[in-house]
Nanobody, 128 residues
Framework: QAQLVESGGGLVQAGGSLRLTCSAPGRVFSRAAMAWFRQAPGKEREFVTRISRNGRSTVYVDSVKGRFTISRDNAKNTVYLQMNSLKPEDTAVYFC?????????????????????WGQGTQVTVSS
C-alpha cells in the first residue's frame, strides 16, 4: 500500500475556508484517480469527492457541491481539496485515497472498496 500524506487540517469558524493537500508517490499518483473521504465521530467513512486521473472529471457528494473543489497538480503528485463556506457538520477526519486506473476512466468511484491506497487522515474541526 502506497503512502499518501494529508495536511492542511485545523480548526476554523463556520463560514471559513481550509485547503487540504495530499501528496503521493509519483508511481502511484500518475496512474490514479484520487478522492477525498471523511469520517465524523461515531459515523462511517463517507465519500466526499473524486477527480479522474487526467483531471477532467470530478464528482461531489451533494452536501459539499458549490462549496468544495477538488483539483490535482500532476507535476507535484498532489491533490487538493479547497473547502469554502465550512459548516459544523463538515467536522471530520478527512482521508485521501487513490485508485489505479486508465487515463480516460471517468467512472464515478465513490465506495471505500474502489480505492486501494489511503492516507492517515487530517482533522478538520468547524466551530459554530
Amino acid at each position: 500500500q502506497a503512502q499518501l500524506v494529508e495536511s492542511g487540517g485545523g480548526l476554523v469558524q463556520a463560514g471559513g475556508s481550509l485547503r487540504l493537500t495530499c501528496s503521493a508517490p509519483g508511481r502511484v499518483f500518475s496512474r490514479a484517480a484520487m478522492a477525498w473521504f471523511r469520517q465524523a465521530p461515531g459515523k462511517e467513512r463517507e465519500f466526499v469527492t473524486r477527480i479522474s486521473r487526467n483531471g477532467r472529471s470530478t464528482v461531489y457528494v451533494d452536501s459539499v457541491k458549490g462549496r468544495f473543489t477538488i483539483s490535482r497538480d500532476n507535476a507535484k503528485n498532489t491533490v487538493y481539496l479547497q473547502m469554502n463556506s465550512l459548516k459544523p457538520e463538515d467536522t471530520a477526519v478527512y482521508f485521501c485515497a487513490a485508485r489505479s486506473t486508465i487515463l480516460t476512466d471517468y467512472t464515478n468511484y465513490t465506495s471505500l472498496s474502489d480505492f486501494s491506497d489511503w492516507g492517515q487522515g487530517t482533522q478538520v474541526t468547524v466551530s459554530s
